[in-house]
Nanobody, 124 residues
Framework: QVQLVESGGGLVQAGGSLRLSCAAS????????MGWFRQAPGKEREFVAA????????YYGDSVKGRVTISRDNAKNTLYLQMNNLKPEDTAVYYC?????????????????WGQGTQVTVSS
């Protein structure tokens, strides 16, 4: 069993930066692939980024590629999402998620564990 808690969301001006964190507990964290998703009001949940258990491989959604960096610190059981040059369209609730395997995935149904989300609001 893995429990996930996101933090670091808030209000930021367009062009600014924000770093989200996801604290994980449970014995399976270090070998799980992890991901970030987001959901804006009236929109479906969208893939943002994923990372392998080692941090050696990453994958990004087209909407954020070049502006975000996913990383993890397994010693701290923490996942990060560094977001730069934020746009108003980045406004959403951001969720971290963990797979039960070590492989990358962009699909929600591949993730067994989810946090409750943290709100990111980007103003113009």
């Amino acid at each position: 069993q893995v429990q996930l808690v996101e933090s670091g969301g808030g209000l930021v001006q367009a062009g600014g930066s924000l770093r989200l964190s996801c604290a994980a507990s449970g014995r399976t964290f270090s070998r799980n692939a992890m991901g970030w998703f987001r959901q804006a009001p009236g929109k479906e949940r969208e893939f943002v980024a994923a990372i392998t258990w080692s941090g050696g491989s990453t994958y990004y959604g087209d909407s954020v590629k070049g502006r975000v960096t996913i990383s993890r610190d397994n010693a701290k059981n923490t996942l990060y999402l560094q977001m730069n040059n934020l746009k108003p369209e980045d406004t959403a609730v951001y969720y971290c998620a963990a797979r039960s395997s070590s492989l990358l995935s962009r699909y929600m149904y591949d993730y067994a564990y989810w946090g409750q989300g943290t709100q990111v609001t980007v103003s113009s």
